[in-house]
């Protein structure tokens, strides 16, 4: 059979709507010859849209057109704008997609009837407990769920004569801070309490009656509470909660066979709407519906062991893998640790690529020195990209550079299919690292805590960032120190520091040295007459000369303004001589090849002596000095150059 490559758009697997859809896309997988990639993000929990930014980067990475086919569950991504540009390049790419509950009119959709379920909640609350007075827990005001569930929530209110006020309609984002921090304001209000607190989904529910009974209050005795998904019954609760009960694994498992029989021009309908059912229990008051089944009392007891064992792994893990990468130094040593994380979590592959300017030196001239204006950052992958880990079958293997579009090493696609690959985003900010991709790690990974150690990983590698950063900048200003800026040749400072061992060699070792001192002829006319640039263009020519006459290993600098020295061991007043003469020959080129309006020129003066060990460098430099001046009273004079 063939196999195909399916991409899955989807945010925050920690929560259990998007991780149980994901559950069921796994299990199928398999089924009908699909490897999947799955880009992941975590945004919107941080609160912080440079974050955010850096999490929606992953959604870039995948060239849809590589894919056969895509699955989509965009209603969990907060921000339109990385939904519109992802739905523009599933278009542009002409493959089939399937979108989980978002009905988009040019794609296969798996949804559920939002509207008649909402409703059978709040008509069975209204007709079977008589409650009049409601507080109201949604989702995001953009999410067309959300949308739907407060507005048949309304409809019903309105048809039974009712009325809510809009401060007692909360407006979150379906996490369980959004259930907590409603409760918060209904408490602080002082208002009387409502009959019901209906939410838009199981995790606010849950949240909500946790606060509420750590204030005192009794679930349903003084409030009713109802949810909407059945997610919450996975978890340990205080109440059984009055829920809609929707078939989630199933849409993932249906996105894989619509997607099957599109590719296989097999008959498939676009629109799918899945049956659901309400379920009435203890938290809306229909006690007489309270499970009293020991056995899935001990399974849940179970799961919910089992749950807590596997988040003390993964806190381990995190706690391991953070404070080994946060005591790195350098990159090999940051590298090392995250290859123990690898083996600790035992993948079937792990990838590790790295943007190709993600430690850039011009990055650090931009974000590092201080005379830069302004930061320049990278927010999206760069075309080549960098692995640094490569793991399959229990090695690590060379991956090498890969393009961008491959995503991960080519050999790594070939095999069996079945498998899901992680995408997951390294990111500081909205500076973009690059990414790192998990095949069935041994890691929790539907957990917040695996966020946590996302995060820790991504934050370590811009701790090694700064520290290259440093590095470079260190080296930056070392050279700014010992570097004559305009000329790039050693200035005092760095002729003093290059020259001191080997000097002080010449002292004990009574080795001679050559101190030649050259200075630029008639450097003012030139300024004068022709302008500082000209005069800079001659300056800049000398140090040239310099470079290409000096063979020997002999250290020169611009010592200051039209003055450049050379020092050299063990010379003769022969070899002096030579190096003289061909500094004057390439003076001759240049006055040749560029044809200035002014002729180059320039006086030297040398002394070779053996140092003594009360003597510094620069009684050399003086003696040297007074030669070069004495030849340059004895030259005749150009047009050009000034009178001595």
């Given at each position: 059979?063939?196999?195909?490559?399916?991409?899955?758009?989807?945010?925050?697997?920690?929560?259990?709507?998007?991780?149980?859809?994901?559950?069921?896309?796994?299990?199928?997988?398999?089924?009908?010859?699909?490897?999947?990639?799955?880009?992941?993000?975590?945004?919107?929990?941080?609160?912080?849209?440079?974050?955010?930014?850096?999490?929606?980067?992953?959604?870039?990475?995948?060239?849809?057109?590589?894919?056969?086919?895509?699955?989509?569950?965009?209603?969990?991504?907060?921000?339109?704008?990385?939904?519109?540009?992802?739905?523009?390049?599933?278009?542009?790419?002409?493959?089939?997609?399937?979108?989980?509950?978002?009905?988009?009119?040019?794609?296969?959709?798996?949804?559920?009837?939002?509207?008649?379920?909402?409703?059978?909640?709040?008509?069975?609350?209204?007709?079977?407990?008589?409650?009049?007075?409601?507080?109201?827990?949604?989702?995001?005001?953009?999410?067309?769920?959300?949308?739907?569930?407060?507005?048949?929530?309304?409809?019903?209110?309105?048809?039974?004569?009712?009325?809510?006020?809009?401060?007692?309609?909360?407006?979150?984002?379906?996490?369980?801070?959004?259930?907590?921090?409603?409760?918060?304001?209904?408490?602080?209000?002082?208002?009387?309490?409502?009959?019901?607190?209906?939410?838009?989904?199981?995790?606010?529910?849950?949240?909500?009656?946790?606060?509420?009974?750590?204030?005192?209050?009794?679930?349903?005795?003084?409030?009713?509470?109802?949810?909407?998904?059945?997610?919450?019954?996975?978890?340990?609760?205080?109440?059984?909660?009055?829920?809609?009960?929707?078939?989630?694994?199933?849409?993932?498992?249906?996105?894989?066979?619509?997607?099957?029989?599109?590719?296989?021009?097999?008959?498939?309908?676009?629109?799918?709407?899945?049956?659901?059912?309400?379920?009435?229990?203890?938290?809306?008051?229909?006690?007489?519906?309270?499970?009293?089944?020991?056995?899935?009392?001990?399974?849940?007891?179970?799961?919910?062991?089992?749950?807590?064992?596997?988040?003390?792994?993964?806190?381990?893990?995190?706690?391991?893998?953070?404070?080994?990468?946060?005591?790195?130094?350098?990159?090999?040593?940051?590298?090392?640790?995250?290859?123990?994380?690898?083996?600790?979590?035992?993948?079937?592959?792990?990838?590790?690529?790295?943007?190709?300017?993600?430690?850039?030196?011009?990055?650090?001239?931009?974000?590092?020195?201080?005379?830069?204006?302004?930061?320049?950052?990278?927010?999206?992958?760069?075309?080549?990209?960098?692995?640094?880990?490569?793991?399959?079958?229990?090695?690590?293997?060379?991956?090498?550079?890969?393009?961008?579009?491959?995503?991960?090493?080519?050999?790594?696609?070939?095999?069996?299919?079945?498998r899901v690959f992680y995408h997951i985003p390294l990111h500081f900010g909205e500076r973009c690292l690059g990414y790192m991709v998990m095949c069935n790690p041994r890691i929790q990974m539907n957990s917040s805590m695996f966020e946590t150690l996302c995060i820790s990983i991504s934050n370590s590698l811009e701790n090694i960032r700064k520290l290259i950063c440093l590095e470079y900048a260190v080296d930056r200003l070392g050279k700014l120190y010992a570097l004559d800026t305009f000329s790039g040749i050693y200035n005092r400072?760095?002729?003093?520091?290059?020259?001191?061992?080997?000097?002080?060699?010449?002292?004990?070792?009574?080795?001679?040295?050559?101190?030649?001192?050259?200075?630029?002829?008639?450097?003012?006319?030139?300024?004068?007459?022709?302008?500082?640039?000209?005069?800079?263009?001659?300056?800049?020519?000398?140090?040239?000369?310099?470079?290409?006459?000096?063979?020997?290993?002999?250290?020169?600098?611009?010592?200051?303004?039209?003055?450049?020295?050379?020092?050299?061991?063990?010379?003769?007043?022969?070899?002096?001589?030579?190096?003289?003469?061909?500094?004057?020959?390439?003076?001759?080129?240049?006055?040749?090849?560029?044809?200035?309006?002014?002729?180059?020129?320039?006086?030297?003066?040398?002394?070779?002596?053996?140092?003594?060990?009360?003597?510094?460098?620069?009684?050399?430099?003086?003696?040297?000095?007074?030669?070069?001046?004495?030849?340059?009273?004895?030259?005749?004079?150009?047009?050009?150059?000034?009178?001595?």
């Amino acid at each position: 059979m063939k196999s195909y490559n399916i991409a899955l758009i989807i945010e925050e697997i920690d929560q259990s709507y998007q991780s149980a859809i994901l559950n069921g896309i796994s299990s199928t997988a398999k089924d009908y010859s699909m490897n999947v990639s799955a880009f992941v993000s975590f945004s919107g929990a941080m609160k912080n849209p440079r974050h955010d930014a850096g999490e929606f980067s992953i959604f870039s990475l995948p060239d849809f057109s590589r894919f056969d086919g895509a699955i989509l569950l965009t209603n969990t991504i907060a921000y339109q704008p990385v939904v519109d540009d992802i739905l523009l390049r599933i278009k542009e790419a002409g493959i089939p997609a399937v979108s989980i509950d978002n009905d988009i009119p040019y794609l296969y959709h798996i949804g559920i009837d939002n509207r008649t379920a909402m409703r059978n909640i709040t008509e069975h609350l209204i007709n079977v407990h008589g409650y009049k007075r409601f507080f109201y827990i949604s989702g995001p005001d953009d999410n067309p769920e959300s949308a739907d569930r407060l507005a048949a929530f309304l409809e019903v209110i309105a048809e039974h004569g009712l009325s809510i006020d809009q401060e007692d309609i909360y407006h979150g984002d379906f996490r369980a801070h959004s259930g907590k921090t409603a409760a918060e304001k209904l408490l602080a209000s002082g208002n009387e309490l409502p009959d019901a607190i209906i939410c838009a989904n199981d995790v606010m529910a849950a949240s909500a009656i946790n606060y509420l009974t750590a204030n005192g209050l009794s679930v349903p005795g003084d409030v009713a509470v109802t949810g909407f998904d059945n997610t919450y019954s996975t978890q340990n609760y205080q109440v059984e909660l009055t829920s809609v009960d929707r078939p989630l694994g199933l849409s993932g498992r249906l996105a894989c066979k619509m997607l099957y029989n599109r590719l296989n021009n097999l008959p498939q309908e676009r629109n799918v709407i899945l049956k659901m059912s309400t379920r009435f229990t203890e938290s809306c008051g229909c006690c007489e519906n309270i499970s009293h089944d020991i056995e899935a009392f001990r399974e849940l007891n179970y799961r919910n062991y089992m749950r807590f064992e596997d988040s003390q792994q993964l806190m381990s893990s995190i706690n391991l893998v953070s404070t080994g990468l946060l005591g790195c130094n350098n990159f090999d040593e940051y590298i090392s640790q995250m290859k123990k994380f690898v083996r600790d979590i035992s993948p079937d592959e792990f990838y590790f690529c790295l943007c190709d300017n993600w430690d850039s030196e011009s990055a650090v001239d931009q974000s590092v020195m201080p005379f830069k204006d302004e930061e320049v950052i990278t927010t999206d992958y760069t075309d080549e990209m960098i692995v640094q880990i490569a793991y399959r079958d229990g090695s690590f293997f060379d991956g090498g550079r890969i393009s961008r579009r491959d995503i991960i090493p080519k050999s790594a696609v070939e095999g069996t299919a079945g498998r899901v690959f992680y995408h997951i985003p390294l990111h500081f900010g909205e500076r973009c690292l690059g990414y790192m991709v998990m095949c069935n790690p041994r890691i929790q990974m539907n957990s917040s805590m695996f966020e946590t150690l996302c995060i820790s990983i991504s934050n370590s590698l811009e701790n090694i960032r700064k520290l290259i950063c440093l590095e470079y900048a260190v080296d930056r200003l070392g050279k700014l120190y010992a570097l004559d800026t305009f000329s790039g040749i050693y200035n005092r400072n760095g002729f003093i520091h290059a020259t001191e061992s080997l000097y002080r060699d010449c002292v004990v070792n009574k080795r001679k040295i050559m101190l030649m001192f050259i200075d630029l002829d008639g450097l003012k006319k030139i300024n004068d007459t022709f302008g500082h640039g000209v005069g800079d263009n001659a300056i800049f020519n000398i140090a040239e000369v310099l470079r290409t006459s000096c063979r020997s290993g002999e250290i020169y600098c611009r010592f200051g303004g039209d003055e450049f020295i050379v020092f050299g061991t063990d010379y003769t007043d022969e070899e002096a001589m030579k190096l003289k003469r061909r500094i004057q020959r390439n003076i001759t080129l240049i006055n040749q090849k560029q044809k200035k309006p002014y002729k180059l020129s320039a006086s030297t003066g040398y002394v070779i002596d053996i140092p003594k060990p009360d003597e510094d460098i620069f009684r050399f430099v003086t003696a040297a000095d007074n030669v070069m001046y004495t030849e340059k009273r004895r030259k005749k004079l150009s047009r050009y150059l000034k009178k001595e």
